[in-house]
């Protein structure tokens, strides 16, 4: 007998039809003996219908003033889906029990809108579980100090299971979602990409954060701090599926760098879309430059993705970094007309439609030349390269946003990644 | 200043454009320098979306193990409408919070779907007022001692209100609904009939257990016991009517006999379509027959209306009760199949159309020959009166379906009730 955490996003929980396959699945594993906790998402949709009803009554329901009451209105969508959940158990004969996030309690900050979980306490639940029920908790929300309802942002609830996973040692904490696993690449872009078996903790940590939407990235972070044994698997399987079967199918997201690991030298290959690039030339080389250009930046609220900032020649260097094409013209001007007179800079310049293309593998920390081997199949294909940025298990490269596809797919090819596994 | 508790029902609440109606009105009585909080309901349509998502999932749904699950599902409804109205009320520039039964808390006992209050803490909500907030509460739910979610069953928004207004010694309880007061009797059957500036608690309480659908009986105990002002006022006027206007509008339920009262020997005419009337003939008058009838009838979830036992001749007795028609085959088969056999009596008979019509005064304290005025007025009008029952302040009469509308007119005439105030 195992603990197991199930987590199903909004799309599974979509409709009752969805939800009754969720239960037979639930009663599936709770009938071969494992103690099951579930969390699921709002029905798709419903966070969206109550934050439109919100933005009807005020239109500048962005505000952090709105936030508190933001939550307290988001929360109730899984607050229902999850009881609608309990009840759809019941209706199949399995003992269940749903409980919103103050009520376990899952422990939070205060930060309305993006908390992050402080604590969860897990004696409710095994009570539950002890006497045999399913327990159902829901995702995407807690309780801050002061006994307010927090959420914790979009996504939040594959954060909240691995959480509640960690919280009580659960033995694996199976996030079934519209994708069967993770991929060396987007399979929309290289048809030839392959579903991993495994994926290292760290390497989800770098596809995550580099656009593969599969998993929030503070979910997996949160599984790599408490070594939550993680998988990515489909919730379109037929809930009948063999329970062995079903067990090992998706991606684990594993701890031990095990032979497999070991060979491949890189997983996968991430991207992002929808960049673009600034670039602060000719400033002045003086403690303090880069707080002088992303601090005015990160007070405008602009998110900044890659930071180069070249050797310095002369006494003054070159500071380029990457925003959202969104974010992109906002800070350009706020560049060009406050930060580079301010800091003497001789010119700001700028391209709105770039890409980041990243090979990311855990097995790069013990391979020299890997680095090469990518600059080489991006220079065969006659792509241009901009920027570099690299980590200890991924290589980054900033290209115009138009090579996307055929970076993606030359770099797929030469780490042999078409091979099946 | 005063501290004022404004309830709003869910077709108040029905639409944004309605929430925002019902935030410029508490917006202008905040304004006013009164301490503000309000009770909402759900947004119409939304306890009936989610009791039907619900019983898709659960064919079964009403039975009493999904109960805990259903309070939880149903709760959201209001945390949703309360949220909503926060941020309503802040988009009008007043500072508010909204809480969830469980936060202030509004403690109940444990019967889902149907508990009751048993208290609220006040420190909480009295913090946010004298820090100059509107306090949003929702109606309709509150915490067990466990702490689980309880719901008060269907219009318990109205006892919420009443009950938060008691913990918080609030000057005044406004129920805000789709008719502008409490009527002599219902309009519909009789044009003249006229609204009533105060109506007594009591009078209240016989008109509300006698179908007057104005407002939930429990509210009106609940303000009985603990001596809450309460009036029930209309949403539908513009939110920007003058308050001192506002405030004098609809009908106020008072604890103190004023003189008006003295006058009006009896207030209302209050009616019950849809009763049918089943008759035990011939019991030997035993002690515990009412217990031998009418247990095995509540065993059945059969309620039971007005219950008349007529003096005993020759060692035997006659019974009669009502019950509602939808009930009405049951209970007779019941009656004829089990009851009358076990208890020896001679005949089971019944009539499936009838209906109850009361006159209710405080006045028929103090004053007779109210009841023969009564009977005299149906008599002239050829109403056949089946079955009498009295209680201080009411007289109800049960009579053919088929008279209910000349009965009511013939009686609000009769009572000088056509004249206006």
Chains 1, 2 share one sequence.
Request: glycine share 8%; charged share 20%; aromatic share 6%.
């Amino acid at each position: 007998m195992a603990l197991i955490v199930h987590k199903y996003g909004g799309t599974s929980m979509g409709s009752p039809e969805r939800i009754r396959n969720v239960a037979k699945r639930v009663a599936k594993w709770a009938r071969a003996g494992h103690q099951m906790v579930v969390v699921p998402s709002a029905m798709s949709g419903e966070t969206n219908r109550l934050l439109g009803l919100a933005s009807e009554l005020a239109p500048s329901a962005a505000q952090t003033s709105y936030y508190r009451e933001l939550d307290m209105l988001a929360a109730t969508g899984e607050q229902a889906s999850s009881a609608l959940l309990a009840i759809a158990l019941q209706a199949e004969g399995v003992e269940a029990v749903s409980y919103a996030g103050w009520q376990v309690p899952v422990r939070t900050d205060s930060s309305y809108t993006k908390a992050r979980i402080e604590s969860i306490d897990d004696v409710r639940v095994r009570k539950d579980l002890d006497a045999g029920r399913v327990v159902v908790i829901t995702g995407f929300q807690g309780i801050n100090p002061e006994g307010h309802i927090t959420t914790l942002g979009r996504g939040g609830s594959d954060t909240s299971a691995v959480a509640v996973a960690a919280a009580l040692q659960a033995n694996e904490c199976l996030i079934y979602t519209d994708v069967d696993g993770v991929y060396t690449t987007d399979p929309r872009v290289v048809p030839a990409a392959k579903r991993l078996n495994t994926v290292s903790f760290e390497e989800m940590l770098e596809m995550a954060s580099l656009g593969s939407k599969v998993l929030q990235i503070r979910s997996v972070e949160f599984a790599g701090k408490y070594k939550v044994p993680m998988r990515v698997l489909s919730s379109f399987t037929p809930w009948d599926i063999d329970l062995a079967e079903e067990s090992k199918s998706g991606t684990l997201i594993t701890f031990e760098e095990d032979e497999k690991m070991e060979k491949a030298v890189v997983s996968g290959i991430a991207f992002n879309r929808g960049e673009a690039k600034i670039s602060v030339l000719g400033v002045p080389d003086t403690p303090g430059i880069a707080a002088g250009i992303l601090g005015p930046v990160a007070d405008a609220n602009i998110e900044v993705d890659v930071i180069i900032q070249n050797i310095s020649k002369d006494g003054k260097t070159d500071f380029s970094f990457t925003v959202n094409q969104g974010d992109y013209q906002r800070a350009l001007e706020l560049l060009r007309d406050k930060v580079a007179p301010a800091l003497g800079a001789s010119e700001v310049v700028g391209n709105p439609n770039i890409a980041k293309v990243s090979i990311v593998g855990i097995g790069m920390r013990s391979h020299v030349g890997v680095a090469s081997t990518m600059f080489r199949a991006l220079s065969q294909e006659g792509v241009n390269i901009q920027m570099i940025s690299t980590s200890e298990i991924k290589t980054s490269v900033v290209i115009d946003e138009k090579y996307l596809e055929l970076a993606v797919r030359s770099l797929h090819t030469a780490f042999g990644l078409d091979k099946s596994e």
